[in-house]
């Protein structure tokens, strides 16, 4: 079941959106057999608003993988700031709560920062440098260059 709620007016737009994922074991097939992972229900509210050359997009999503115990709680944000016609900056963080069963909490989280050039009308140079660091882990931290091309 998948359930969508959009609203748009001029430089404000809201969505949420409901999903829930139903997976039935399938005795032939052990990889199918997610056992208590096959009841799933994601909850994802997201606003955007656009101000002067700036669009900001605070977002909250709530997973609950059925059965199992974990929980995640993930808020984020980000901003795309157009510089002119060809030039953006793209920046954005989250931070991802996660509880399982009575473990103390884990926490995820990350952030980026990007540099979009507009080669032509489908074509884009981009540099990016996102962040992320976990609970119980490390950091990472890598420099992404690249072209995109849409078809």
């Known amino acids: 079941m998948l359930a969508i709620v959009d609203y ?10 409901v999903q829930r994922i139903k997976i039935r074991t399938c005795p032939s097939s052990s990889a199918a057999n997610l056992g208590p992972a096959s009841n799933q229900m994601d909850t994802h ?4 608003y656009t101000v002067s050359l700036a669009k900001d997009v ?9 059965d199992i115990s ?4 993930i808020g984020k944000i980000g901003t795309a700031i157009t510089l002119n016609p060809s030039n953006q900056i793209l920046a954005s963080c989250a931070r991802d709560y996660i509880t399982f069963d009575a473990q103390p909490h884990k926490s995820r989280e990350t952030a ?9 009308e489908r074509t884009d140079a981009y540099i990016a440098y996102p962040y ?10 890598i420099l992404i260059a690249g072209i995109w091309h849409r078809f």
């Open 8 to 17: 748009t007016n001029n430089t404000f737009a809201a969505t949420l959106c």
């Open 45 to 48: 509210a997201a606003v955007r």
């Open 58 to 66: 605070p977002e909250y999503q709530h997973f609950n993988y059925g």
């Open 70 to 73: 974990r929980k995640d709680d």
């Open 112 to 120: 980026s920062i990007a540099y979009d050039y507009t080669l032509s």
């Open 132 to 141: 992320d660091k976990a609970t119980d882990f490390g950091t990472a931290n």
